[in-house]
């Protein structure tokens, strides 16, 4: 099992910037591929960005290219995303997603699910 834990959701205004942290424990050398969601209320879970660790290439939603960064501390076994130029529609709760698969790109792709964390944008 691979138990990802997501910290630096907070309230932030539009504009804003939030650096959101995930950090995975357990059998982390099963996973391949990490990323981030967000489920909006009353929403489905949206794909945000992920990166494949075994090549290195990242992937971003429309709504997330040049504003989001996915990066990882492969020491620290740690994910990151960089989210700058908020919006108040980036609100939403954000989950870190672990796969054994080598990419990340839809629900379906992930084994492992963070509890999420909390990101409002306000106007």
């Known amino acids: 099992q691979v138990q990802p834990v997501e910290s630096g959701g907070g309230l932030v205004q539009a504009g804003g910037s939030l650096r959101l942290s995930c950090r995975a424990s357990?059998?982390?050398?099963?996973?391949?591929?990490m990323g981030w969601f967000r489920q909006a209320p009353g929403k489905e879970r949206w794909f945000v960005a992920s990166i494949s660790f075994l090549t290195g290439d990242t992937y971003y939603a429309d709504f997330a290219k040049g504003r989001f960064t996915i990066s990882r501390d492969i020491a620290e076994n740690t994910l990151f995303l960089q989210m700058n130029s908020l919006k108040p529609e980036d609100t939403a709760v954000y989950y870190c997603?672990?796969?054994?698969?080598?990419?990340?790109?839809?629900?379906?792709?992930?084994?492992?699910w963070g509890n999420g964390t909390l990101v409002t944008v306000s106007s």
């Open positions: 357990g059998r982390t050398g099963s996973t391949y591929a």
């Open positions: 997603a672990a796969a054994r698969g080598v990419i990340i790109r839809l629900v379906p792709d992930v084994h492992y």
